[in-house]
């Protein structure tokens, strides 16, 4: 397994576990019970996963947006549930949306407005079937539309789950209305609404990945046509458990040379059956058929004859830790074919790790996998398990799994109803790729800490240079939207939306490729519409060049963030996805006249309030122009930015600024954000001189308008780029309109109006509680734990130590601690205690009996089985009873009137 070590490693352990041997790396060293061979796998995982969470990559997004910070459009009905499936038509502008017994079609430039509507409501029999057969009235045994696709200009083809009895049917797009024609859905579409699914519309023919049966223990892939319909082998060598995410089609006929046929490619996730593993082991697949497959004439009747399957891997080089399960993918065509791309979002199916990646491959690898690779077989091993190995013999004639291209049809074969019998059947034995696929750079575009992906769409820009990026919106289980960027091989996230604020899945994700680019996002409650950037939200040139948007450009002639139209571009646009801030035009330099003012009284505590717009900006303060140090004790941060003052005293009376620190790459960009003069109010009386009580403050605040530079009574504020070499950026001074020197290692340019509304300014630590799971770190959280697991252990360890309750190396070491004098007893004590120490006392009861004159007694009983000793074995009789026994020295010999019984378990022979 590629880039899988670790996994490799507990498997390898794993297989031990029948000989009860332990393994290390390749080596076997020695027998080990099966407990300590359960605490080496749990320690090698516990290990894995504490070495991911800890130094695993993290890609916090440079802007946070609120969802009352942002126009959001949104589409919601009363008792409706379930909005997750989307269909954009963007010849007629509709955008259709497919809910649980209902259809919408809605204004794609503004989904509020509702132009149709039609509900699909199962019958009640069908409904009370449904109920009979162990499934909820209120929930599953409902109509949850499924399949929403295009059939042709005048209808759509719908198909819903309908209680459990998957129903097809035909809408009109005239009249909004179904046509009641309803067909069997087996196959179509999926029976439970929690079941995954996929489908894809291709020329009139619905391809659809779904369960075949009720209890979705039949999975196909299958294809509805009038001419043909065909469906996978019910084999767990073709599908074992899968899990579908998306299935689409690549025009590989356009243009072939070699007489190729279309593609409809599938994504989903497995069970294993090519690696042992303690559980079931998760796989990503890739699956493919022919669009022009008829099936075969004696094998594979009615069944795909170019059914073929490949694993996608997604990993993290660095670290050998593989995402092995697939949620949803994108495929970003071109018109050629072969230069499309693959997105896909990956996590691990062990859970609660907290990581997810995105993952590209290019469609020339798939088919290089699939056209040239080699195949897997099945193999018999020792003790009967089957295992897959690689097929390294030639493989028949035609290649099996291969579309019919023109070298086919020239030896008769125009179809796949003409393949010869070796062909199908190896197809049929052998649907299983040992090459695998591997994704663009061997690694993760961008992996994510603490997120899970849901869904993923990409959008490929033109940015004002000219070079073309990909922009990756992925969404999440709690409604977060996130944009990323891959610039220069390296991924930057410009920024985070909550689309919902009840922090739901996104269920589904949407692009539009016309005119004005819109994101449809559909979930449980609803559909939100969003535009793929918020250029009007950058106030300054700074923040918009910072931001590294391939979307947005600032307009230095109407000094506003506007995003950046391709086809009809202004020559006075800036733009640099490099974050070099230093393009921005100067302006003029704040005056702290125009701070805000904040009146305090003496020794009373005062708040000086501060937000970052930036995530990855980190906070300095400024006093008349010197750097604040946080670790005074008079000056806390409160928030990550504001800074609190406990007890003002006239030496922290002066001129406060707020500096943003931004570093991209080699550069370091700080802002001014706010400023505040302090001051003392001297008409009123102190009421206290506890240097913990807090002042009543008085701010005034500034609302300046941004003018273009000339305007002497503009209030501004600075940039300042400092250079490698540089530590500090230049400091404003306090005095009035003073304009600040460059020197020969630092750039200062003012960008920027100050103040900035606060309401208007992310914070750098998330204040909004709603979105404080956004910043959240789980690394110090498994360390801890981890430790106190540690703890726990040693804890255990040193009470069973001390309860003498481990070997005697372990009391060795007591007795070393303690200074006990107490010797390790021998490893016999513990289970014969009840039996020698009696006799030893009884042995010196009967020598100091014996020499009292008295007559020697016999023992008691030890528990053992034993007879009296009756004439060499004989019966005994009367006579053997009445008549007292010699008395000999044997020492099991008893005589029961002399000695009472004193365990319940002794005998009495006499």
Not at 98 to 108: S, V
Not at 533 to 559: T, V
Not at 869 to 892: A, M, R, V, Y
């Amino acid at each position: 397994m590629t880039g899988s070590r670790p996994l490799q490693t507990i498997m390898m352990a794993l297989r031990c576990r029948e000989k009860r041997l332990t393994c290390v790396g390749n080596i076997t060293v020695s027998k080990v019970p099966e407990s300590n061979m359960a605490l080496s796998v749990l320690s090698i995982f516990l290990g894995l996963l504490l070495e991911v969470s800890t130094h695993g990559p993290t890609g916090i997004p440079r802007t946070t947006w609120k969802h009352q910070e942002v126009n959001l459009i949104q589409f919601t009905e009363t008792g409706i549930f379930n909005y997750s499936i989307l269909l954009l038509n963007e010849d007629t502008n509709v955008l259709y949306v497919g809910a649980r017994e209902a259809i919408f079609e809605l204004d794609m430039e503004n989904i509020s407005v509702k132009k149709n509507e039609v509900f699909w409501k199962v019958p009640e029999e069908k409904q009370t079937a449904c109920v009979l057969k162990g499934k909820s009235r209120e929930t599953e045994c409902l109509n949850y539309i499924r399949v929403l696709q295009v059939l042709n200009d005048a209808s759509l083809y719908v198909c819903g789950t309908y209680a459990f009895q998957p129903t097809c049917d035909y809408l009109s797009l005239q009249d909004f209305k179904l046509e009641n024609k309803n067909e069997d859905g087996r196959g179509r579409c999926a029976f439970d609404p929690a079941q995954s699914f996929a489908s894809v519309m291709v020329d009139g023919d619905l391809y659809s990945g779904t369960a075949f049966n009720f209890l979705g223990s039949e999975p196909i892939i299958h294809r509805s046509s009038p001419q043909m319909s065909l469906r996978t082998e019910y084999s767990i060598s073709w599908l074992n458990e899968p899990s579908f995410v998306f299935a689409d089609v690549i025009r590989e006929s356009k243009n072939s040379p070699d007489g190729d046929d279309d593609k409809i490619y599938f994504f989903f996730t497995e069970v294993s059956v090519e690696y042992e593993f303690v559980g079931k082991l998760s796989i990503p697949r890739i699956a493919r058929v022919c669009k022009g497959d008829l099936g075969g004439q004696r094998t594979l009747q009615k069944k795909w004859t170019s059914f073929l399957k490949a694993k996608l891997v997604c990993s993290m080089p660095e670290l050998n830790f593989v995402f092995n399960v697939v949620h949803d993918v994108f495929i970003l065509k071109t018109p050629d074919w072969k230069e499309t791309v693959i997105y896909g979002v990956f996590t691990s199916q062990w859970g609660n790790i907290g990581l997810s990646a995105v993952c590209a491959y290019n469609m020339s690898t798939v088919d290089e996998v699939f056209s040239k690779g080699k195949y897997m077989q099945k193999a018999s091993v020792e003790q009967s398990h089957t295992k897959w190995v690689r097929y390294n013999a030639m493989p028949p004639s035609p290649r099996p799994g291969a579309c019919i291209n023109n070298i086919d049809r020239l030896q008769n074969i125009s179809d796949s109803l003409r393949l010869p019998d070796k062909t199908l059947q190896f197809i049929k034995d052998h649907p299983l790729m040992d090459d695998q696929v591997l994704p663009i750079g061997n690694g993760p575009k961008l992996i994510r800490r603490d997120v899970n992906y849901t869904q993923i769409v990409v959008d490929r820009v033109r940015a004002l240079n000219n070079n073309v990026y990909d922009v990756i919106f992925t969404s999440t289980d709690k409604g977060v939207l996130q944009k990323a960027i891959i610039y220069d091989n390296e991924v930057h996230v410009v920024e985070e939306i909550q689309l919902f604020t009840n922090f739901e899945p996104i269920k589904t994700l949407l692009l539009s490729s016309r005119g004005k680019k819109w994101l449809y996002a559909g979930s449980d409650a609803g559909v939100v519409q969003s535009p793929t950037a918020f250029c009007e939200k950058y106030l300054s040139c700074a923040d918009c060049i910072l931001s590294r948007d391939p979307y947005c450009a600032w307009d230095s002639e109407d000094n506003s963030c506007v995003v950046q139209d391709h086809e009809s571009r202004k020559s006075n646009l800036i733009q640099n996805l490099n974050g070099d801030a230093n393009v921005c035009p100067r302006v003029k330099y704040v005056s702290s006249d125009d701070y805000q003012k904040i009146i305090v009284k003496p020794r009373n505590a005062a708040e000086l309030q501060c937000q970052l717009k930036s995530n990855l900006a980190k906070v300095v303060w400024k006093l008349n122009g010197t750097v604040l140090s946080v670790e005074d004790s008079r000056y806390h941060l409160l928030r990550g930015d504001s800074l609190l003052i406990l007890s003002v005293s006239e030496q922290d009376l002066g001129n406060y600024e707020c500096w943003s620190e931004e570093q991209v790459k080699s550069s370091s960009f700080a802002q001014l954000v706010a400023g505040f003069v302090l001051s003392f109010d001297l008409n009123v009386p102190s009421t206290t001189s506890d240097p913990t009580s807090t002042a009543t403050t008085t701010t005034t605040p500034l609302n300046p308008v941004i003018q273009t530079e000339g305007n002497a009574n503009t209030a501004e504020s600075t940039l300042t780029s400092t250079s490698p070499g540089s530590t500090t950026p230049t400091t404003l001074p306090s005095q009035t309109e003073t304009k600040l020197t460059p020197t020969s290692s630092t750039t200062v340019q003012t960008l920027w109006t100050l103040p900035i509304p606060i309401s208007d300014v992310p914070n750098l630590e998330t204040k909004d509680p709603s979105t404080e799971y956004i910043k959240s770190n789980n690394s110090n959280a498994l360390l801890l734990l981890f430790l106190l697991f540690f703890i726990l252990f040693l804890a255990l360890m040193a009470y069973n130590c001390y309860m003498q309750f481990l070997p005697p190396p372990c009391l060795k070491l007591r007795a070393a601690l303690l200074g006990s004098n107490k010797k390790a007893k021998p490893e016999y004590m513990a289970c014969e205690a009840g039996l020698i120490e009696p006799i030893v006392e009884k042995t010196v009861q009967i020598e100091a009996h014996n020499q009292n004159g008295a007559q020697q007694k016999g023992l008691r009983d030890t528990g053992y089985e034993t007879e009296p000793d009756c004439s060499n074995g004989k019966i005994p009789t009367t006579k053997h009873l009445e008549e007292p026994q010699e008395s000999k020295d044997k020492p099991f010999d008893v005589i029961c009137e002399s000695q009472p019984i004193e365990y319940a378990d002794a005998d009495a022979p006499c």
